[in-house]
């Protein structure tokens, strides 16, 4: 089947570090996609693995483990612009994303 | 990045009536184009995959009378919602994949927020 888990809501701290961790079971699997959203505006593309490992990118680092079907999001020196919801999705062979029920993220300062 | 717009970015109707949402590509032409609907804390439920000259695939319990999609050209897909009712009101977003982009790029649109009366 399809499914993806991922904490409903995490608080952290301005200038600490996060990570918001998914899991997914997909079938024919292609690929984790990790989007960020603020209240009343579309999803922005933040990373996408497909391979294991970490991806970093400023700020921002992603990881993915196929064989543990695991994947997490991890955010440093955190800003208050960073209090949003963090959307995982796995992608099918088709590139059809299956999307978690997002991570609300609260900043405090 | 690609750009993806819509419009309107706000509307509001009254029951019965239909409204009509333009997704266009700006810069890139949208092989496909993907319908989503999302209801306040909740995540992204795709309604319908489009691509372009061909009928719109549904997914399972969205009623495709009610909500029609027409992807004539590669730049723009329209979602209409038609006879609209109170449980209609959402935030309607759009997004596409198209040629020159890698093939899990997907852009999204800005959105759209319906609300019924």
């Known amino acids: 089947g399809q499914n993806i888990d991922q904490p409903t809501e995490m608080t952290a701290t301005e200038g600490a570090i996060v990570q918001i961790n998914c899991t997914y079971q997909?079938?024919?699997?292609?690929?984790l996609f990790w989007y960020q959203q603020h209240a009343g505006e579309a999803p922005t593309f933040l990373s996408y693995n497909v391979l294991d490992g970490l991806e970093e990118k400023g700020r921002f680092s992603s990881f993915l483990s196929r064989s543990k079907g695991y994947s997490y999001l991890l955010l440093k020196e955190l800003q208050m612009k960073d209090s949003a919801s963090y959307l995982c999705a796995s992608s099918d062979s088709n590139y059809q994303l299956i999307w978690g029920a997002g991570t609300k993220l609260i900043i405090k300062p | 990045g690609a750009v993806v717009s819509q419009h309107p970015s706000r509307v509001i109707c009254k029951s019965g009536t239909s409204v009509k949402i333009e997704c266009r590509s700006l810069d890139f032409q949208a092989t496909t184009m993907f319908w989503y609907r999302q209801f306040p804390k909740q995540s992204l439920m795709l309604m319908a995959t489009?691509?372009?000259?061909?009928?719109?695939?549904?997914e399972q319990g969205v009623e495709k009378d009610k909500f029609l999609i027409n992807h004539a050209s590669l730049t723009l897909s329209t979602l209409t919602v038609t006879s609209a009712h109170p449980e209609d009101s959402s935030f309607y977003i759009c997004?596409?994949?198209?040629?020159?982009?890698?093939?899990?790029?997907?852009?999204f649109g800005p959105g759209t927020r319906l609300t019924v009366t």
């Open positions: 489009s691509n372009e000259g061909s009928k719109a695939t549904y």
């Open positions: 997004s596409a994949r198209g040629l020159g982009l890698a093939d899990y790029e997907q852009y």
């Open positions: 997909t079938s024919g699997f292609n690929g």
